[in-house]
């Protein structure tokens, strides 16, 4: 504590400062007279010596977890950890001696570069079944990635992606399928020009119209070639086994021909068409944009919300009450609203046709309070819920779906009171001009002023947000091309009905169903430079005996691959000559779903019939998560039947949503996005924090990101390497709910690598250097029943593991796996055994146990390989080398390797001997861990209570000793026991320990 001018006293334990020496001199002396000095006796003053060395022992320890703490996720040089060189790209890694114990980025190191160099992950490999034979009636897998976004890097929902892609990938590879796994990127329209804009205002402070549309689109491609590869190198580092020469990006030349293909055919056929519709339109973007790009915000009472280009904060989660006098009358109607200033382009009052008391008033006007000489029409219209509110309800056509859909049906004007740019448009008196929101304020105001106003309350609500630039979106009344989307869903609805499409989980059907039996039509401008260019021309034409177009009117739109056809064509329509006719291409690009919608196609050149197409389409999976069911694969289904006649895949596999620990959607803002390369390598917190600044979060968002980050992730995220991330993210997928993904749960699956790593080496060092294995499913003959209950649960979970993978059931086929080697083999099978290399076995016992041993271990290496791809691989490379049964060659690769299959060991009976033998040896384990300790030995005697429980035990007293760490002896009845033995009684038997002295 710093001294300062006072003298610090202590009172009842605390320190402070007067502000005298002679003030704290009386204080002194009165706690003298209270407190006299205590005299302590060397006993007492040996325990307070004792206590004071316990609370600095205590002390220092947390100092050094803290210490430890802050440097999660950097190099730490301590004994355990450990240097090699880096293997040469390309080349195979030498197996040196191993590591004492598992280190992720020393076992993943040089495998990938060298998978790929070999051709392991193209079709061609196994072409022909010359490396494996297929047993299988499916011969091919094809599956396509979902094509992640190009602006950026991966977060952990492409990770679980990834994972389950890769993992069913590597398992049908390994069943001797041809398979072909596309890889991709999406051009990401919105989010990729987003990005670009806020760099060029950030670093120039100009904006994409200082430097026009050619100029601007260079810009982005310079951009997309020097962080578009970014994205591809995180995915391959998860270990994926796509087909990279097949990469397609969506902005490719075979991509831009097939979506251009697309509209113009689709156009011509009448599907498509030029319409003004009411559109989510977000102003700050000036664009229309996409449902997946509208975040509902959920608000439950009055919130003030943050817009951007608005100073001001605007309020929601409020319904105000208003009042229209109707013409040549006294009475008048209260409506209400959400959206105050939209009652500038009110044009009528709906009231239910049934509403009794709104009867008498069907076909009245009222009179708007701002616009001169508008007046609103009441109708008759069902839609209106009676007993909502007054029952009345205002109609602003131009700005609201269902007013828009009622002013259809009533023929009302639609007039439009809201700019592109989100301010109020002319003619609107004094509010024009003015921001939307800034009006509100006005508009209430006003009303006020009139006697108008009938009052506020809050109002639980959705509030729709730009989810690229928070703005809250507007509908707005454009003219845009439209996709009728009717014929096509109805195929898509059949598909599934009949079972030709099957959508899994089962459940997803009902929002399968939900959005295409009640289809809307499908807006695909968007008012953006970068994307694919509409391929529509609007004709102008030179003669005075042709009437004018309007760019309303689809006859004078030409859809063409180029100008030079359009011209032609559209000369052809009008029967003119094509020096008569002007030709201007839209401006807008396609919704970057539609070019989506045509990826299963577009990435194999149709038209085009390639050779391709002819071999990888139709696919057989699509993967991807739920959230995106109707928005990309019902549109791919939709649109690729449409142009080709047939369903794009068959399975629709449909995964989790990765949400925080606490269930919250991860999102850059909030500060709980995962990075799984982070995951993978380990990062500090101070690190985390770091990526805050690199993006484009608003500063504002940066200190409430940081704080989510400390406590989420307060020490920073341990190494937990890809393999348990890829095991973890697979072993978290539930058919019925999201993950709520806590990063430590990861680093619990590294411990389970570990595990294997030590069995594996333990294998090994049982083996010897010159161990060579029998032919795949022989035995030695000398194996006992330990043995071939190991035997039986390696096929057990082959036949398991190739069922679950087949339904897609990912617990299924993490928990199959992970027992057989952290329970059955490693601690199990591995301690029973250990008994068996002491001097006094015989040889031949040894080389029975040591077949087991290798046939276990590299069959379960096998069984592994599509999901920790890396470490099976590491390990199998260091054991002896065998054919198994569908093997045409030795396998120069475990992710090449044929997967285990058949279940050559099945004997149920033996299941339950050494079940009864396992019940014994965990109550005997229990009942010791209860008194002594791990490293002690005390006697323990067991009585058997059945036959069978009295053979396992005698036959295998070596393994219960072993197991248990016990001196045993096995007795015929509790009274050969004898005395100093605590009693337990078990199903199969009596266990008697040793007491303890």
């Known amino acids: 504590m710093e001294e300062s001018d006072g003298v610090t006293v202590t009172v009842f334990g605390l320190q402070s400062q007067t502000q005298s020496k002679e003030q704290n001199d009386a204080v002194n002396e009165k706690l003298s007279l209270l407190y006299p000095p205590v005299e302590y006796s060397a006993k007492e003053l040996k325990k307070m010596e004792k206590m004071m060395k316990f609370l600095k022992k205590k002390k220092d320890a947390a100092k050094k977890k803290a210490k430890s703490t802050k440097n999660v996720g950097k190099k730490i040089k301590n004994k355990k950890e450990i240097t090699f060189t880096p293997t040469p790209s390309g080349e195979k890694k030498k197996m040196e001696e191993m590591p004492p114990s598992y280190h992720p980025e020393y076992v993943q190191d040089g495998w990938y570069d060298w998978w790929q160099k070999k051709g392991f992950f193209k079709p061609e490999y196994n072409e022909g079944e010359t490396k494996v034979e297929c047993l299988t009636e499916q011969k091919e897998f094809t599956i396509i990635i979902p094509p992640p976004n190009v602006t950026g890097s991966l977060h952990i929902g492409h990770a679980l992606t990834t994972a389950v892609e890769d993992s069913l990938t590597r398992w049908h590879r390994q069943l001797g399928q041809r398979t072909l796994w596309n890889p991709g990127c999406d051009h990401a329209g919105i989010a990729t020009q987003s990005v670009v804009e806020k760099k060029l205002w950030r670093e120039k402070k100009l904006r994409r119209q200082d430097l026009g549309r050619d100029e601007f689109l260079k810009l982005v491609w310079e951009w997309k070639e020097k962080k578009g590869g970014q994205i591809y190198n995180q995915i391959k580092y998860l270990g994926a086994s796509c087909d990279w020469d097949r990469e397609a990006f969506t902005m490719s030349e075979r991509c831009c021909y097939a979506v251009k293909e697309a509209f113009i055919r689709m ?46 904060t605007v309020e929601v989660g409020v319904i105000t009450s208003f009042a229209y006098k109707l013409k040549d009358s006294e009475e008048e109607i209260v409506v209400a609203t959400t959206r105050p200033e939209t009652m500038l382009g009110d044009v009528a009052i709906a009231v239910h046709p049934n509403d009794k008391r709104y009867t008498h008033l069907h076909g009245k006007k009222a009179l708007h309070p701002f616009i001169d000489g508008r007046e609103l029409v009441v109708v008759a219209d069902d839609f209106v819920e009676m007993d909502f509110g007054t029952g009345a309800v205002k109609i602003t056509p131009a700005h609201d779906q269902n007013d828009f859909d009622c002013g259809v049906r009533h023929n009302l004007e639609m007039i439009t009171i809201i700019t592109k740019d989100g301010n109020i448009s002319a003619g609107c008196g ?107 021309y609007f004709v102008s034409i030179n003669d005075s005996s042709i009437k004018e177009g309007s760019r309303q009117d689809n006859h004078y739109w030409i859809s063409a691959h180029t100008e030079e056809e359009a011209l032609k064509e559209a000369a052809k329509r009008f029967g003119v000559s094509e020096d008569k006719i002007t030709l201007e291409q839209d401006e807008d690009v396609l919704d970057t779903w539609f070019s989506s919608g045509i990826y299963p196609i577009s990435i194999f050149s149709w038209p085009h019939n390639t050779d391709e197409m002819e071999k990888f389409f139709p696919g057989h999976l699509l993967e991807t998560g739920h959230d995106i069911l109707f928005f990309w694969v019902a549109r791919m289904v939709m649109m690729c039947s449409y142009l080709t006649g047939k369903l794009p895949f068959k399975d629709v596999f449909l995964h989790s949503i990765v949400r925080d620990k606490d269930g919250v959607k991860m999102s850059k803002s909030r500060g709980n996005v995962v990075d799984p390369i982070d995951v993978c390598k380990g990062i500090a917190l101070e690190q985390l924090h770091e990526r805050l600044l690199e993006g484009n979060l608003d500063p504002r968002e940066i200190g409430r990101a940081k704080e989510v980050q400390k406590m989420q992730f307060p020490g920073g995220i341990k190494e937990c390497g890809v393999d348990a991330l890829r095991f973890s993210l697979c072993a978290f997928m539930s058919p019925k709910s999201d993950i709520n993904l806590d990063v430590q749960r990861i680093f619990g699956y590294r411990t389970f690598c570990n595990k294997i790593y030590n069995g594996v080496k333990l294998v090994m060092s049982k083996l010897g250097s010159d161990y060579t294995p029998l032919n795949y499913g022989a035995l030695q003959g000398q194996e006992d029943e330990i043995d071939m209950w190991m035997l039986h649960r390696l096929s057990v979970c082959t036949l398991d593991m190739n069922e679950q993978f087949g339904s897609y059931d990912f617990q299924g086929v993490t928990t199959s796996i992970y027992n057989l080697w952290f329970y059955e083999f490693c601690n199990f099978y591995l301690e029973a055994i250990k008994h068996v290399f002491v001097d006094g076995v015989s040889e031949d016992r040894r080389l029975s146990v040591c077949n087991v041993l290798y046939t276990v271990c590299e069959s379960a290496l096998r069984l592994l390989s599509p999901l920790m791809p890396y470490l099976s691989e590491e390990l199998w490379q260091r054991l002896p080398r065998r054919q198994a049964v569908n093997d045409k060659v030795v396998p120069e690769s475990v992710t090449v390797a044929a997967y285990p299959t058949q279940g050559l060991f099945l004997n149920k009976d033996i299941e339950k001997s050494v079940s009864v033998l396992q019940d014994v040896i965990n109550k005997a384990r229990a009942v010791k861990s209860s008194v002594y300790k791990s490293s002690e030995q005390p006697q323990l005697r067991i009585v058997a209570l059945t036959d069978t429980a009295k053979r396992v035990c005698v036959e295998n007293t070596n393994a219960i000793a072993h197991l248990v760490r016990a001196k045993l002896c096995i007795c015929g009845s509790e009274e050969e026991v004898g005395d100093g033995f605590a009693r337990t009684e078990d199903e199969h038997a009596l266990i008697f320990l040793q007491n303890k002295l």
């Not at 003004?276 to 973007?285: D, E, F, P, T």
């Open 430 to 536: 004094e509010f024009s001009g003015m921001h939307r929101f800034a009006a509100r304020k006005l508009v209430i105001s006003r009303l006020k002023e009139k006697g108008l106003f009938r009052g506020d309350n809050d109002n639980p609500m959705v509030v729709p947000k730009c989810s690229r630039s928070g703005d809250i979106i507007e509908p707005l009344l454009e003219t845009q091309w439209f996709v009728d989307c009717n014929e096509m869903a109805a195929r898509s609805v059949d598909a599934v009905t009949s079972g030709e499409l099957k959508l899994i989980p089962s459940q997803h059907e009902k929002t399968w169903f939900h959005w295409l039996e009640n289809p809307r039509d499908w807006c695909i401008s968007r008012q953006l430079w970068w994307g694919h260019r509409i391929p529509a």
């Open 267 to 312: 156009h011509k056929d009448g599907i498509i068409k030029r319409e003004k519709r009411l559109v989510n339109w977000s102003c700050h973007l000036n664009s229309a944009i996409s449902e997946l790009e509208v975040d509902k915000v959920d608000i439950t009472r009055r919130t003030q919300m943050s817009v951007p280009s608005l100073d001001d």
